[in-house]
T-cell receptor, first 113, second 112 residues
Framework: GENVEQHPSTLSVQEGDSAVIKCTYSDSASNYFPWYKQELGKRPQLIIDIRSNVGEKKDQRIAVTLNKTAKHFSLHITETQPEDSAVYFCAASRSDSSYKLIFGSGTRLLVRP | DAGITQSPRHKVTETGTPVTLRCHQT?????MYWYRQDPGHGLRLIHY???????DKGEVSDGYSVSRSKTEDFLLTLESATSSQTSVYFC???????????FGPGTRLTVT
């Protein structure tokens, strides 16, 4: 079955610096890749996603890149702020499986003021 | 928040007792999912539904059953709770033709 690996498990950056989180997936038929942000005690919130027909997508300070050949995708956060501190999850799914999400194990991001 | 509620929000129960968690949505979404979240494992799919009375298993379905008798409610049942089922349970919804899944507020279940 599909497997998603996520690195690093923890990441500490200085406010204003960039943060990059990387995920690899095993199922070459996966075609949808969302990223979720989860604050302590809260629900996962969808922050950005990308489909397999696109190589990059940006939304203000966040961007996601996808390399289908290498089967990996990354989340980039620029000009980090303390409120970016949270746990971030990547996931992968495919259209012929009811878009069941397979999640990575999460990255705890700490932005130091 | 996509009109999703979960009940109860917190529950403590004893090993061997049955437990039912409820996910309720108000926006007529076709697809509903149950995930559990444990430290070091991210979120893992338990069961999902693609319509009324249409359900299927996910990655970690052993020990769980589900039912969906109407569009707005998706029930997750632990027939005989075990300590390994102590977790945070999240429901999610997805609309037909859309990719995005949105999560409910979660239920923290402790089995003693």
């Amino acid at each position: 079955g599909e497997n998603v690996e996520q690195h690093p498990s923890t990441l500490s950056v200085q406010e204003g610096d960039s943060a990059v989180i990387k995920c690899t997936y095993s199922d070459s038929a996966s075609n949808y890749f969302p990223w979720y942000k989860q604050e302590l005690g809260k629900r996962p919130q969808l922050i950005i996603d990308i489909r397999s027909n696109v190589g990059e997508k940006k939304d203000q300070r966040i961007a996601v890149t996808l390399n289908k050949t290498a089967k990996h995708f990354s989340l980039h956060i620029t000009e980090t702020q303390p409120e970016d501190s949270a746990v971030y999850f990547c996931a992968a799914s495919r259209s012929d499986s009811s878009y069941k999400l397979i999640f990575g194990s999460g990255t705890r991001l700490l932005v130091r003021p | 928040d996509a009109g999703i509620t979960q009940s109860p929000r917190h529950k403590v129960t004893e090993t061997g007792t049955p437990v039912t968690l409820r996910c309720h949505q108000t926006e007529n979404h076709r697809y509903m999912y149950w995930y559990r979240q444990d430290p070091g494992h991210g979120l893992r799919l338990i069961h999902y539904s693609y319509g009324v009375k249409d359900t299927d298993k996910g990655e970690v379905s052993d020990g769980y059953s589900v039912s969906r008798s109407k569009t707005e409610d998706f029930l997750l049942t632990l027939e005989s709770a075990t300590s390994s089922q102590t977790s945070v349970y999240f429901c999610a919804i997805r609309s037909r033709g859309e990719y995005e899944q949105y999560f409910g507020p979660g239920t923290r279940l402790t089995v003693t």
